[in-house]
C-alpha cells in the first residue's frame, strides 16, 4: 500500500474521529410542540380553534449559558403567534428582544446575574392559536448560544444541533351523541317511508 494512500486513511480517520467528539458535544436546540407529553415531542395535531404551546428547550450543554437568541418561523395562514415568554432557565433573565410578528417569533435573552445555567432546560414559551385547518412547519433559525468565562468575555457556544417542530391543525371532530342522534333519525326516517309505501 503506497504511502499516499496510507495518509488518506489516516486523514480520513483523524477527521471522522474529531467530527464524532465534535457531535458528541454538541447542543441541541429543540421545538417541544407538546410540553405536557414527557421527553421532547416534534410533531403533534391540535383541534382548529383551540391554543398551542411550544418549549424552546436546550439540551446536552457542553458550556454554561450566559445568553441565547433564536428565531421560529411559522406559517401564518394556520397559525398566529400570542406570546413569547422566558423558560426560566437563566438565573437572572432579562429580555434583549421579544418580538411575535409574523411569520416568525424572535427572542433573545440574557443573565444578568454572576451564575450562569448548565445543563438541560427550557430557553423560551412560545403561544399560538390555531386559526385554519392545515400543517405549518415550526423552524428555528438565527439560534445563537453564547457563554462566559469572565467579565467582558463572552464567546459563542457551538455546534448547535436545530430540531424543528411540526404542528397539524385538524377539524373540529363530530361528538358521538350527535353521530347516534344523526343514525338514529336515518333509521325512523326509512321507517316511516316503508309505512308509506305500504299504504
Do not use: H
Not at 386559526?131 to 405549518?136: M, P, Q, R, W, Y
Request: glycine content about 8%; charged content about 10%.
Amino acid at each position: 500500500m503506497n504511502t499516499t494512500r496510507l495518509s488518506a486513511i489516516a486523514c480520513a480517520g483523524l477527521f471522522g474521529c474529531l467530527f464524532s467528539v465534535l457531535s458528541a458535544n454538541a447542543a441541541f436546540v429543540s421545538v417541544d410542540v407538546d410540553p405536557a407529553t414527557l421527553g421532547i415531542q416534534n410533531m403533534t395535531t391540535v383541534v382548529l380553534g383551540n391554543p398551542v404551546t411550544v418549549n424552546i428547550v436546550v439540551t446536552d450543554l457542553p458550556e454554561s449559558l450566559q445568553g441565547f437568541e433564536f428565531d421560529v418561523d411559522f406559517n401564518s395562514s394556520v397559525l398566529t403567534a400570542t406570546g413569547v415568554m422566558s423558560g426560566g432557565f437563566l438565573p437572572v433573565p432579562f429580555p434583549v428582544e421579544n418580538d411575535i410578528a409574523a411569520p416568525d417569533v424572535n427572542f433573545a435573552e440574557t443573565n444578568l446575574g454572576v451564575s450562569t445555567a448548565t445543563g438541560d432546560g427550557v430557553l423560551a414559551v412560545n403561544m399560538f392559536d390555531t386559526i385554519s385547518l392545515g400543517t405549518s412547519n415550526l423552524t428555528l433559525n438565527d439560534v445563537r448560544l453564547t457563554g462566559v468565562n469572565g467579565p467582558g468575555d463572552i464567546f459563542e457556544i457551538t455546534p448547535v444541533t436545530l430540531n424543528n417542530g411540526m404542528i397539524n391543525v385538524a377539524p373540529v371532530p363530530v361528538p358521538s351523541s350527535v353521530v347516534l342522534f344523526a343514525s338514529g333519525l336515518a333509521w325512523l326516517l326509512r321507517q316511516y317511508r316503508k309505512r308509506e309505501a305500504i299504504l
